[in-house]
């Protein structure tokens, strides 16, 4: 059960986009698709998708190749479209007839999805006349009325102030209780940091780095500590020849190479009475792993 | 199936409902009424029975009761006074500025020839000498020229027959009918089939431009988009068209006075069979055109391209509707053979050729599978084109790389 990517490459003139990539989507929950820029998140969602063909590889669902008819799947493209003149209304029931549903069931269906995100005083006006981040939503509605089991989010938070942010996040934490297999593209780390099972980081179209997000991020060292105090301690800090990365009011962030160093700063703090109000070791983030792998790469 | 009726339906609701389609309507229902409408306006404006224009006969020399002419005044829309005074110039002009009477004619004799001088203040836009009176003049002038020569009633009659003309063609097809339906129809044709194709391209590169593509291509098949939207334009299409010619006949028919139609065109050609047969070939140009222009559509990522790109098609249907006119127009020559199988021409040449009886079974049974075959190889083409030139955003695509993705195994 769940998506297969075995070995798949796409070149376009003279340029690999993807490049022998694999990756599994075996559990229900949201697997990141995460790359900078160009780094061929799209093109490996369009091949799943079937928009485009793939030079070499297999891509499956539940073992059987990936089409419309085959597959029930929800999109939100990175390229947000909208029909401008036609009320939202019309235009949800179009694609939701195209999904298979009857004219009944896509009005409730759309209703319901317009109340849940908070817009159905749109319902009857035509799109042109909804703020970017409003027609972003009704594209998100798009993808998910019709019930679909695989739903496919490209860069779904990108245009959308805080409280849409958290409304969208909101749902896709529901879609993900109603045991849904959702894939999200972004290369905005700390949005699908707190919702993502498995990841995989793509660059130049080549994987650098997948797996599971918490044993990744715990086969990291901690690499950081964060001290507040009311004392100044920069001077004893730069006496343990150790980096201040940040330090704002009385909070500072030290880079450390092993835990050692943070146990020695913390007996040096202790010896000269420092007036200690937290102390924590911490590891690497998403983002922070992300620009190291591309950096290396 | 289900997927292209909900398409076409999509496409169809949102023709209708666009606010030019309804005003662009509009304007050609107001255009045709007002049309037929002319001669009755006219009327209106016209000087009724009390304001005749008055003409003022000037016979000081007697040439009418010599010549027993009478001046009928009724069934004209000119008033005769007759006088036999001798007015100078200066008291004619001063009648006519005094608006005694709106012009003159003066009539005399020059070497025994009637000499009509027709004077008028000034001869302004669409004013004319009176040319029932300057006939009636001819005519009784004429007539009693022939009874001062004493000729009997049957001489007379004999003189005056008229004669049955009727025009006998060797040719079984050769052209019968009136050529101002033929070149109606011919007009009419090549405007409906080029606009309802040309807004197929419109309707693609404005999905286009509005990056809805994507998710309409996850939704349903290209192949499903192209011939839906196809179909639902030529459907508002053709409805545009019956509408027009509905309101076309029904004008004619309130307005005119019967059979004033009859007069102009000739109506006999105008059998159901051709107009089955125009049906046809307007479906199958439209189709032809509309997949052609499907396909530069898909090639084209902003509107602003969309008028170069077209401009090929454009050339074509030029092409292909000249073929028709000239066809119409030398009906013997050889290159109507031509025209009416080449798919380019045929939508436009058949019916005119059906229309006025040139057209043979053998052009028939020959032009109908081949713009069937060549919309088949079109529609095949352009499907292909569209798949994979939907989600090209950048720049236009060229002829060079859409023939290397028809040529390519994959999409």
Known sequence: MGLTIENVTKTFINKKAVDNISFEISKPGVFALLGTNGAGKTTTIRMMLGILKKDTGKITWNGKNVDRKSVNFGYLPEERGIYPKVKIVDQLTYFAKLKGMNKDEAIKSIDYWLERLKMTE?????????????????????????????????????????????????????????????????????????????????????????GNLNEIKNSYPVNKIIIESKNEI??????????????????????????????????????NNIEIEKYELVKPTLHEIFVEKVGEN | MKDLITVAEFTIKEAIKRKSFIISM????????????????????????????????????????????RIDNTNTNYDYTITKENLSENQVKEKIEN??????????????????????????????????????????????????????????????????????????????GNVLVAMLLSIVLFYAIYFCAYQVSTSITTEKTSKIMETLVTSTSPKTIVLGKTIGIGIVGLLQVII??????????????????????????ITPLFCIATLVYFLLGYFMYALLYALTGSMVAKPEDIQSANTPVAILAVIGFYLSYFSMMNPASNINLFAAVFPISSPFCMPLRI??????????????????????????????IYSSAILNYGTKMNLKSAIKIFKSKEN
């Open chain 1, 122 to 210: 749109y319902r009857n006006m035509p799109a042109e006349k909804l703020s970017k981040g409003n027609q972003q939503k009704i594209q998100f509605i798009t993808a998910v009325m019709h019930d679909p089991e695989l739903i496919i989010l490209d860069e779904p938070f990108s245009g959308l102030d805080p409280v849409n942010t958290d409304q969208l996040k909101e749902v896709i934490l529901e879609l993900v209780s109603k045991e849904k297999y959702i894939v999200m593209s972004s290369h905005q780390m700390n949005s699908v940091e707190e919702f993502c099972d498995d990841v995989v980081i793509l660059n130049k179209g080549k994987t650098i780095l997948k």
């Open chain 2, 99 to 176: 608006k005694e009477y709106d012009s003159c004619l003066v009539v005399s004799k020059v070497e025994n020839q009637i000499k009509l001088d027709y004077v008028v203040e000034s001869i302004m836009m669409g004013e004319t000498i009176p040319e029932d009176l300057i006939e009636s003049f001819s005519v009784q002038y004429t007539a009693s020229q022939i009874k001062k020569a004493g000729l009997t009633q049957e001489q007379l009659q004999a003189m005056f027959t008229d004669f049955d003309v009727n025009v006998i063609q060797t040719d079984e097809n050769a052209a019968k």
């Open chain 2, 355 to 384: 229309l006025v009886g040139s057209a043979k079974m053998s052009e028939v049974v020959t032009s109908i599978p081949i713009l069937i075959i060549c919309i088949l190889v079109i529609a095949k083409v352009s499907i292909k």
């Open chain 1, 234 to 271: 920069s001077k004893l800090i730069e006496e343990e020849s150790l980096t201040i990365k940040n330090q704002k009011d009385k909070t500072y962030t030290i880079l450390i190479e092993n835990k050692s160093q943070a146990q020695k700063l913390l007996e040096k703090l202790v010896k």
């Open chain 2, 244 to 269: 027009i010619a509905v309101t076309a006949i029904l004008s004619a028919n309130t307005f005119l006075p019967a059979g004033s139609l009859e007069g102009i065109f000739d109506m006999s050609s």
């Open chain 2, 26 to 69: 509009l304007i050609i229902l107001a255009i045709i009424i007002l049309g037929f409408n002319i001669p009755n306006i006219v009327n209106i404006f016209s000087n009724d029975e009390d304001e005749k224009t008055k003409v003022l006969i000037i016979d000081s020399e007697n040439i009418l009761g010599e010549t027993q002419i």
